[in-house]
């Protein structure tokens, strides 16, 4: 099979989230198919961040465009030249939308939640995605989504294709076998942290970091010994308004915020936290949930979107509107030893349930289907 991936939308020089982390394990995942051609859609601005060394791979590179709209025009009609000229047979788009035009070739797309119905990313940017989502969801021949909630929200924004749309979960491929225990106390003096610690992410404003602040804040005097919060990913004018709420609730000097932390460092990050903090308003999946239990940390989450599917029972899932009932969780469980061990154990299990080998044999699968449909389509006509 000849199989195109697009990988060009990434910027090296924007949050790299959870998208970016599908992208790179699926497709690292999938190369290990050698009886397959993978043709990588890339930039010249971003084909380091996918640099696979393997002899069934062909990096295909677009001249960067600063200009927004010159760089959507310029995607489209690159990918409808390639296809023709690499004679694929399989389009796969692991985070990003197809092309406006129906591809003239099967295409598969993963879509990971639809945020922007949810809350809003700006007026025009909210059509622009409302229009460019219908045409995917309509043009291309599968979809898959990476939790029932996200398949669901995708067949009440568009009803009608429910047949076509595929759940392949996420995976994870950090465990404590593969960690380094002596880099942990390297990561402490990098960042200066100097007590036990929770953390939170913030890399963007839905996460909900605000709340972990506030619910550290109640906690903090009521704890056993002294704790930091470890708040990562925010930075700009999200990080100035976590600052501002930390001084008002007069923990500041408790909080270590961290902008980015370096890849040798993540699995460090989690080893070393008493607690995951994890109030996110909204979530398609929620990878660094099965992160932080693949790292032994138990998790705090919140009880919406994809959350609860992906945590089951193995974290604690809470309200995000009650403060006090956080709060009441950080100090019960950081004084119980037993619940804590109890969760770390829940958590290696289900962690151990998201795998992204199997996702790719999954994905592999729905590629297979897709071209057995042209074939019978093509013998039908």
């Known amino acids: ?27 690292q995942s999938l190369i290990q198919n050698k009886s397959n051609m993978y043709y990588l859609f890339l ?29 959507i025009f310029a995607e489209n009609l690159f990918i409808e030249k390639q296809i023709k000229h690499l004679e694929l047979e399989i389009f796969f788009s692991p985070c990003f939308l ?18 922007f ?66 880099n942990h106390d390297s990561f402490e003096r990098r960042y200066s942290i100097d007590y036990p610690y929770f953390l939170a992410i913030s890399h963007y404003e839905h996460k909900n970091a605000e709340l972990a602040i506030k619910a550290f804040a109640l906690s903090k005097d009521k704890l056993s010994e002294q704790h930091q919060l470890i708040i990562t990913g925010a930075r700009h004018k999200l990080k100035e308004k976590l600052k501002t709420i930390a001084r008002e609730e007069k923990v500041e000097k408790d909080i270590v915020f961290i902008d980015y932390v370096e890849n040798e460092y993540i699995q ?30 138990p998790v705090i989450a919140s009880n919406n979107s994809s959350i609860p599917e992906v945590v089951g029972d193995a974290g604690i899932l809470l309200d995000t509107g009650d403060v006090s009932q956080w709060s009441r969780f950080i ?19 289900r962690a ?8 790719a044999i999954e994905l592999m699968k729905i ?15």
């Open 1 to 27: 099979m000849n199989i195109g991936i697009n990988l060009l939308r990434f910027d090296p020089t924007k949050n790299i989230g959870g998208n970016y982390t599908y992208a790179f394990n699926i497709v």
């Open 43 to 71: 930039t010249d601005r971003n084909k380091e961040m996918f640099a696979f060394k393997a002899d069934n791979i062909k990096c295909i590179c677009l001249k960067s465009k600063k200009n927004i709209i010159s760089k």
């Open 98 to 115: 197809l092309p406006f035009r129906k591809l003239k070739i099967k295409s598969v797309v993963t879509i990971h939640d639809l945020n």
């Open 117 to 182: 119905r949810h809350f809003s990313q700006g007026f025009f940017k909210d059509i622009y995605k409302n229009i460019l989502y219908r045409l995917t969801i309509r043009n291309s021949s599968a979809i898959t989504t990476v939790s029932e909630f996200t398949k669901l929200d995708l067949c009440s924004f568009v009803p009608g294709f429910e047949g076509k749309i595929k759940v392949v979960y996420n995976g994870c491929n950090m465990t404590l076998e593969s960690f380094d225990k002596s």
């Open 268 to 297: 460090s990050m989690y080893y070393g936290a008493k607690l995951f903090l994890f109030p996110s308003l909204f979530e398609g999946f929620g990878i660094p949930v099965i992160e932080s239990m693949n790292m032994g940390c």
């Open 331 to 349: 100090i019960e469980l950081s004084s119980n030893n037993d619940k804590m061990t109890s969760l770390r154990e829940k958590g290696f299990l």
């Open 352 to 359: 151990s349930m998201f795998n992204w080998n199997e996702s």
């Open 367 to 381: 590629f297979k289907e897709v071209l057995d449909n042209k074939k019978k389509e093509q013998k039908i006509g």
